[in-house]
Protein backbone atom coordinates (compact mmCIF):
# COMPACT_ATOMS: atom_id res chain seq x y z
CA UNK A 1 0.00 0.00 0.00
CA UNK A 2 2.67 2.30 0.60
CA UNK A 3 3.94 1.87 -2.50
CA UNK A 4 1.23 2.71 -4.36
CA UNK A 5 0.69 5.78 -2.36
CA UNK A 6 4.63 6.51 -3.43
CA UNK A 7 3.65 5.80 -6.64
CA UNK A 8 0.80 8.13 -7.22
CA UNK A 9 2.57 10.76 -5.13
CA UNK A 10 5.71 10.54 -7.74
CA UNK A 11 2.70 10.59 -10.73
CA UNK A 12 0.93 13.63 -8.82
CA UNK A 13 4.56 15.56 -8.93
CA UNK A 14 5.43 14.85 -12.03
CA UNK A 15 2.01 16.73 -13.29
CA UNK A 16 2.42 19.95 -10.92
CA UNK A 17 1.90 22.88 -13.00
CA UNK A 18 5.49 24.00 -13.68
CA UNK A 19 6.19 20.71 -15.66
CA UNK A 20 2.08 20.92 -17.19
CA UNK A 21 2.83 22.02 -20.70
CA UNK A 22 6.45 20.47 -21.00
CA UNK A 23 5.47 17.41 -20.24
CA UNK A 24 1.95 17.19 -21.94
CA UNK A 25 3.52 18.11 -25.14
CA UNK A 26 6.55 15.65 -25.08
CA UNK A 27 4.26 12.80 -24.18
CA UNK A 28 2.14 13.85 -27.11
CA UNK A 29 4.79 14.07 -29.67
CA UNK A 30 6.52 10.71 -28.17
CA UNK A 31 2.82 8.87 -28.52
CA UNK A 32 2.57 10.32 -31.84
CA UNK A 33 5.77 8.58 -32.96
CA UNK A 34 5.66 5.57 -31.34
CA UNK A 35 2.14 5.06 -33.52
CA UNK A 36 3.96 5.89 -36.76
CA UNK A 37 6.33 3.99 -36.14
CA UNK A 38 3.81 1.02 -35.22
CA UNK A 39 1.96 1.63 -38.21
CA UNK A 40 5.21 1.15 -40.57
CA UNK A 41 6.11 -1.70 -39.03
CA UNK A 42 2.72 -3.35 -40.13
CA UNK A 43 3.39 -2.43 -43.85
CA UNK A 44 6.35 -4.23 -43.47
CA UNK A 45 4.86 -7.27 -42.31
CA UNK A 46 2.51 -6.87 -45.62
CA UNK A 47 5.40 -6.59 -47.60
CA UNK A 48 7.67 -9.20 -46.26
CA UNK A 49 10.39 -6.85 -45.09
CA UNK A 50 9.94 -8.75 -41.66
CA UNK A 51 10.66 -12.58 -43.18
CA UNK A 52 13.82 -11.19 -44.16
CA UNK A 53 14.88 -10.25 -40.73
CA UNK A 54 12.88 -12.37 -38.60
CA UNK A 55 15.45 -12.03 -35.80
CA UNK A 56 15.84 -8.47 -35.33
CA UNK A 57 12.63 -7.51 -34.64
CA UNK A 58 12.02 -9.73 -31.77
CA UNK A 59 15.33 -8.75 -30.12
CA UNK A 60 14.07 -5.32 -30.40
CA UNK A 61 11.03 -6.16 -28.62
CA UNK A 62 13.35 -8.11 -25.81
CA UNK A 63 15.62 -4.68 -25.08
CA UNK A 64 12.75 -2.52 -25.39
CA UNK A 65 10.73 -4.90 -23.03
CA UNK A 66 13.83 -4.61 -20.39
CA UNK A 67 14.16 -1.28 -20.79
CA UNK A 68 10.97 -0.33 -20.60
CA UNK A 69 10.97 -2.71 -16.92
CA UNK A 70 14.25 -0.46 -15.89
CA UNK A 71 12.98 2.63 -16.69
CA UNK A 72 9.86 2.52 -14.85
CA UNK A 73 11.65 1.91 -11.79
CA UNK A 74 14.51 4.53 -12.35
CA UNK A 75 11.04 6.49 -12.74
CA UNK A 76 9.45 5.88 -8.81
CA UNK A 77 13.16 5.64 -7.48
CA UNK A 78 14.85 9.17 -8.55
CA UNK A 79 13.22 12.65 -7.68
CA UNK A 80 13.82 15.72 -9.79
CA UNK A 81 15.66 18.29 -8.35
CA UNK A 82 14.26 21.60 -8.70
CA UNK A 83 16.06 24.70 -9.36
CA UNK A 84 16.09 28.38 -11.70
CA UNK A 85 17.57 27.20 -15.17
CA UNK A 86 19.11 30.45 -16.02
CA UNK A 87 20.88 31.53 -13.11
CA UNK A 88 25.02 30.84 -12.89
CA UNK A 89 24.78 29.04 -15.95
CA UNK A 90 26.57 29.94 -19.25
CA UNK A 91 23.95 29.63 -22.05
CA UNK A 92 26.00 31.12 -24.70
CA UNK A 93 27.56 27.67 -26.22
CA UNK A 94 23.45 26.80 -26.33
CA UNK A 95 22.95 30.45 -28.03
CA UNK A 96 24.38 29.70 -30.88
CA UNK A 97 24.04 26.07 -31.04
CA UNK A 98 20.05 27.23 -31.36
CA UNK A 99 20.87 30.12 -33.65
CA UNK A 100 22.54 27.87 -36.22
CA UNK A 101 19.48 25.27 -36.08
CA UNK A 102 17.08 28.12 -36.67
CA UNK A 103 19.13 29.19 -39.77
CA UNK A 104 19.17 25.70 -41.20
CA UNK A 105 15.75 25.12 -40.50
CA UNK A 106 14.32 28.36 -41.79
CA UNK A 107 16.24 28.01 -45.43
CA UNK A 108 15.11 23.94 -45.64
CA UNK A 109 11.64 25.31 -44.99
CA UNK A 110 12.32 27.65 -47.74
CA UNK A 111 14.25 25.49 -50.44
CA UNK A 112 11.54 22.95 -49.77
CA UNK A 113 8.61 25.46 -50.68
CA UNK A 114 10.58 26.57 -53.53
CA UNK A 115 11.67 23.01 -54.68
CA UNK A 116 7.19 21.75 -54.37
CA UNK A 117 6.58 25.32 -56.37
CA UNK A 118 9.21 24.75 -58.93
CA UNK A 119 8.60 20.91 -59.78
CA UNK A 120 5.76 18.91 -58.22
CA UNK A 121 3.13 21.41 -57.64
CA UNK A 122 0.96 18.64 -55.93
CA UNK A 123 2.10 18.75 -52.29
CA UNK A 124 -1.09 18.13 -49.87
CA UNK A 125 -2.31 20.36 -47.54
CA UNK A 126 -0.54 18.17 -44.76
CA UNK A 127 3.02 18.31 -46.59
CA UNK A 128 2.36 22.53 -46.82
CA UNK A 129 1.49 22.87 -43.75
CA UNK A 130 4.91 20.93 -42.63
CA UNK A 131 7.05 23.30 -44.47
CA UNK A 132 5.41 26.67 -43.10
CA UNK A 133 5.85 25.27 -39.42
CA UNK A 134 9.67 23.75 -40.52
CA UNK A 135 10.06 27.79 -41.03
CA UNK A 136 7.90 28.71 -38.01
CA UNK A 137 10.26 26.72 -35.80
CA UNK A 138 13.66 27.71 -37.24
CA UNK A 139 12.26 31.40 -36.36
CA UNK A 140 11.33 30.07 -32.94
CA UNK A 141 14.68 28.65 -32.47
CA UNK A 142 16.25 31.89 -33.47
CA UNK A 143 14.48 34.18 -30.95
CA UNK A 144 14.89 31.43 -28.07
CA UNK A 145 18.71 31.89 -29.11
CA UNK A 146 18.11 35.11 -28.56
CA UNK A 147 16.64 35.21 -24.93
CA UNK A 148 19.56 32.87 -24.21
CA UNK A 149 21.97 34.76 -24.93
CA UNK A 150 21.02 37.83 -23.16
CA UNK A 151 19.72 35.49 -20.24
CA UNK A 152 15.80 36.12 -20.58
CA UNK A 153 13.56 34.62 -17.72
CA UNK A 154 10.17 34.78 -19.31
CA UNK A 155 9.54 30.37 -19.38
CA UNK A 156 6.21 31.88 -20.78
CA UNK A 157 7.87 32.84 -23.89
CA UNK A 158 9.79 29.44 -23.84
CA UNK A 159 6.84 27.46 -23.55
CA UNK A 160 5.36 28.81 -26.70
CA UNK A 161 8.49 28.33 -28.35
CA UNK A 162 8.36 24.80 -27.91
CA UNK A 163 4.60 24.52 -29.09
CA UNK A 164 6.06 25.48 -32.38
CA UNK A 165 8.38 22.88 -32.71
CA UNK A 166 6.37 20.44 -31.31
CA UNK A 167 3.81 21.56 -34.21
CA UNK A 168 6.38 20.85 -36.65
CA UNK A 169 7.77 17.39 -35.43
CA UNK A 170 3.99 16.20 -35.57
CA UNK A 171 3.20 17.86 -38.83
CA UNK A 172 6.67 16.40 -40.46
CA UNK A 173 6.17 13.01 -38.73
CA UNK A 174 2.56 12.91 -40.20
CA UNK A 175 3.36 13.87 -44.16
CA UNK A 176 6.67 11.75 -43.81
CA UNK A 177 3.34 8.48 -42.33
CA UNK A 178 1.36 9.52 -45.13
CA UNK A 179 4.22 9.03 -48.03
CA UNK A 180 5.03 5.56 -47.14
CA UNK A 181 2.97 3.26 -48.57
CA UNK A 182 5.42 0.92 -49.68
CA UNK A 183 8.65 -0.46 -48.55
CA UNK A 184 10.38 1.18 -50.88
CA UNK A 185 13.11 2.92 -49.54
CA UNK A 186 14.90 1.39 -46.01
CA UNK A 187 17.16 3.80 -45.78
CA UNK A 188 13.98 6.18 -45.59
CA UNK A 189 12.73 4.61 -43.24
CA UNK A 190 15.82 4.17 -40.64
CA UNK A 191 16.05 7.93 -41.29
CA UNK A 192 12.80 8.90 -40.17
CA UNK A 193 13.11 6.24 -37.07
CA UNK A 194 16.55 8.26 -36.12
CA UNK A 195 15.17 11.95 -36.77
CA UNK A 196 11.94 11.09 -34.38
CA UNK A 197 14.58 9.75 -31.79
CA UNK A 198 16.56 12.74 -31.99
CA UNK A 199 13.55 15.03 -31.90
CA UNK A 200 12.62 13.10 -28.63
CA UNK A 201 15.91 13.68 -26.91
CA UNK A 202 16.30 17.48 -27.51
CA UNK A 203 12.43 17.97 -26.73
CA UNK A 204 13.38 16.22 -23.38
CA UNK A 205 16.02 18.18 -23.14
CA UNK A 206 14.45 21.32 -24.05
CA UNK A 207 11.23 20.42 -22.26
CA UNK A 208 13.42 19.56 -18.97
CA UNK A 209 16.24 23.27 -19.24
CA UNK A 210 12.14 24.99 -19.71
CA UNK A 211 10.54 23.45 -16.54
CA UNK A 212 13.83 24.12 -14.31
CA UNK A 213 14.99 21.32 -14.04
CA UNK A 214 18.80 21.49 -12.57
CA UNK A 215 21.12 20.16 -15.31
CA UNK A 216 23.23 17.97 -13.67
CA UNK A 217 21.15 16.52 -10.78
CA UNK A 218 17.90 15.69 -13.53
CA UNK A 219 18.65 15.02 -16.93
CA UNK A 220 18.93 11.49 -16.01
CA UNK A 221 15.67 10.72 -14.51
CA UNK A 222 13.71 12.55 -17.23
CA UNK A 223 15.34 10.61 -19.71
CA UNK A 224 14.31 7.77 -18.46
CA UNK A 225 11.41 9.15 -17.82
CA UNK A 226 10.37 10.20 -21.02
CA UNK A 227 12.21 6.51 -23.08
CA UNK A 228 9.39 5.02 -20.54
CA UNK A 229 6.66 7.43 -21.71
CA UNK A 230 7.10 6.08 -25.28
CA UNK A 231 6.70 2.36 -24.56
CA UNK A 232 3.20 3.78 -22.71
CA UNK A 233 2.18 5.54 -25.67
CA UNK A 234 2.21 2.01 -28.02
CA UNK A 235 0.44 0.56 -24.91
CA UNK A 236 -1.85 3.13 -24.86
CA UNK A 237 -3.46 1.87 -28.25
CA UNK A 238 -4.76 -1.37 -26.70
CA UNK A 239 -7.70 -0.02 -25.10
CA UNK A 240 -8.41 -2.44 -21.97
CA UNK A 241 -5.13 -2.92 -21.40
CA UNK A 242 -4.71 0.96 -21.21
CA UNK A 243 -7.51 1.33 -19.27
CA UNK A 244 -6.95 -1.09 -16.80
CA UNK A 245 -3.84 -0.20 -15.83
CA UNK A 246 -5.23 3.37 -15.89
CA UNK A 247 -7.44 3.04 -12.96
CA UNK A 248 -6.40 0.22 -11.03
CA UNK A 249 -3.27 2.64 -10.56
CA UNK A 250 -5.38 5.64 -9.35
CA UNK A 251 -3.77 7.68 -11.95
CA UNK A 252 -7.23 9.16 -13.44
CA UNK A 253 -6.89 11.46 -10.31
CA UNK A 254 -3.79 13.41 -11.74
CA UNK A 255 -4.69 13.49 -15.24
CA UNK A 256 -4.41 16.62 -17.12
CA UNK A 257 -7.77 16.67 -18.92
CA UNK A 258 -5.87 19.47 -21.50
CA UNK A 259 -3.28 16.51 -22.42
CA UNK A 260 -6.17 13.85 -22.51
CA UNK A 261 -7.99 16.28 -25.41
CA UNK A 262 -4.84 17.32 -27.43
CA UNK A 263 -4.19 13.89 -27.35
CA UNK A 264 -7.87 12.66 -28.83
CA UNK A 265 -7.15 15.92 -31.12
CA UNK A 266 -4.13 14.31 -32.82
CA UNK A 267 -5.24 10.89 -33.10
CA UNK A 268 -8.62 12.07 -34.58
CA UNK A 269 -6.77 14.12 -37.32
CA UNK A 270 -3.99 11.33 -37.83
CA UNK A 271 -7.13 8.92 -38.50
CA UNK A 272 -8.83 11.62 -41.01
CA UNK A 273 -5.27 11.77 -42.86
CA UNK A 274 -4.88 7.90 -43.02
CA UNK A 275 -8.58 7.43 -44.23
CA UNK A 276 -7.59 9.79 -46.85
CA UNK A 277 -4.92 7.83 -47.96
CA UNK A 278 -6.78 5.06 -48.49
CA UNK A 279 -9.07 5.95 -50.78
CA UNK A 280 -6.23 7.75 -52.81
CA UNK A 281 -3.23 5.11 -52.96
CA UNK A 282 -5.49 2.27 -54.66
CA UNK A 283 -3.68 -0.17 -56.55
CA UNK A 284 -4.86 -1.53 -59.83
CA UNK A 285 -6.78 -4.25 -58.60
CA UNK A 286 -8.76 -1.86 -55.81
CA UNK A 287 -7.07 -2.70 -52.92
CA UNK A 288 -4.87 0.02 -50.81
CA UNK A 289 -1.77 -1.41 -49.34
CA UNK A 290 -2.78 0.89 -46.10
CA UNK A 291 -5.77 -1.23 -45.85
CA UNK A 292 -3.29 -4.30 -45.71
CA UNK A 293 -0.90 -2.88 -43.48
CA UNK A 294 -3.88 -2.12 -41.22
CA UNK A 295 -5.40 -5.16 -41.09
CA UNK A 296 -2.32 -6.75 -40.79
CA UNK A 297 -1.53 -4.83 -37.92
CA UNK A 298 -5.01 -5.25 -35.67
CA UNK A 299 -4.83 -8.80 -36.17
CA UNK A 300 -2.18 -8.83 -33.54
CA UNK A 301 -4.16 -6.72 -31.55
CA UNK A 302 -6.26 -8.62 -29.37
CA UNK A 303 -6.25 -8.21 -25.09
CA UNK A 304 -8.42 -9.55 -22.35
CA UNK A 305 -8.57 -7.76 -18.94
CA UNK A 306 -11.11 -9.36 -16.95
CA UNK A 307 -14.02 -9.86 -18.61
CA UNK A 308 -13.54 -7.21 -21.16
CA UNK A 309 -12.25 -8.44 -24.75
CA UNK A 310 -10.80 -5.94 -27.44
CA UNK A 311 -9.85 -6.85 -31.55
CA UNK A 312 -9.80 -6.40 -34.89
Known sequence: MMKMDGLKERIQQLLQKKYLFPVSAVLLLMVVIVRIIQLNVAIDYTTGF????????PLLAVVMILFFVYAVWQTVHRKFQISYPYHEMN????????FALGGVMMLSGFAQILGWSANTGDAKILELLAMLFCIAAGGAFLYHGYLMFVGAEDKLQNHCLLAVAVLWSVLNLMSNFIRHTTIASISEYLFDFLFCAASVLFLLYYAKFTAGIDGKKGDYPLLITGFSAVLLGAVSSIPPLFCGAFWKLGISQYVNPVSIILTVFIGYMMFLFI??????????????????ALECEYQYESVRVGNLKWSH
Not at 50 to 57: G, I, Q, V
Not at 91 to 98: D, E, G, N
Open 50 to 57: FSKNSWSM
Open 91 to 98: LKPAAIVC
Open 275 to 292: TDAMQENKGSAGVSPWRD
